[in-house]
């Protein structure tokens, strides 16, 4: 069957002709538009399209585009639903069938939309998760900055906040992002109070796991001031974390001769000291260090550092001056 191309044609007629293809591929839809409005023919059309969805046809694209061109003019009050109906069905397509599709779909929609439009949440969490099942997640934005513009302007409620950023963070994670990953679970850990920092029980233990495992992340004392972090105090990990942030290596010794087993469920390695083993005098080079925490000490040492070497530059710069006076 022919798809037409929808162009100088009423909504009605375009419902008529999308009707009349998702029958032919097999559906169960009436090919008669229904009497109750165009956003009754849509949500009949969405319930049935899965059939396009499954298949490799050409037209496909731009049958499903002319779902999503349908949406886009409806009333906002009567939108929502089907855009969820929408976005249900296209997170739900069995894994390898058309994601490119699926995420150009959702994209169109995306963007197609007022900024400020609430239901654009469930888009673009529909967009992170069809982009992490197909290793696409660089494709889609996901910037700490335009997130939290997203969830004042979507006006999100607690839960759908932590939802959203759960998602990003878990995204990025997937695709080996774990600088940016970090800062938004540290968002997200941020965004609870003193009143529901025992719901982020989980959050927090997989943030303060990763954290010790990246071997990338050196500073770790932010963390601790995090209310669901505290939550946790009295516990295995948050002690390591403890002892990761400020304690000696004794401490870390002791720790890890009581607690073998948990030490060895992380697989925790770090890159925060370069060394050499001199087996023959028995002795650790050490090359380089990384400091763990970064307070007031640390910049202390950071400046004199720095005056140290502006002054032997000054140093070089007048010795030279001294031998070659044009200089």
Known sequence: MSVPAFIDITEEDQASELRAYIKAKGAEISEENSEGGLHVDL?????ACDVCLKDDDKEVESVMNSIVSLLLI?????????????CEKLVKSREGERPSLRMQLLSNLFHGMDETAPVRYTVYCSLIKVAT????????PTDLDQVRKWIT?????TEKKHTLLRLVYEALVECKKSEAAAKVMVELLGSYTEDNASQA?????RCIVRALKDP???LLDHLLALKPVRFLEGELLHDLLTIFVSAKLAAYVKF???????????????????CKIDQT???????????????????????????????????????????????
């Open 201 to 205: 029980r989980v959050d927090a233990h």
């Open 43 to 47: 949500a009949q059309i969405i319930e």
């Open 74 to 86: 409806l009333e906002a009050e009567k939108q929502e639903t089907l855009i969820e109906s929408l």
């Open 133 to 140: 099942t197909c290793n696409a997640i660089a494709f889609i």
């Open 153 to 157: 302007d979507w006006n999100l409620n």
């Open 256 to 274: 890890y001769q009581s607690n073998k087993d948990f030490i060895d469920s992380l697989a925790v390695r770090t890159k925060m000291v370069y």
């Open 281 to 327: 005098q028995r002795k650790v080079i050490v090359s380089h260090s990384t400091h763990r925490t970064f307070g007031k000490q640390q910049w202390q040492q950071l400046y004199d550092s720095l005056s140290s070497w502006k002054g032997n530059l000054a140093t070089v710069k007048t010795s030279l001056q001294t031998l070659s006076p044009s200089a």
């Open 216 to 218: 990338n992340t050196f």
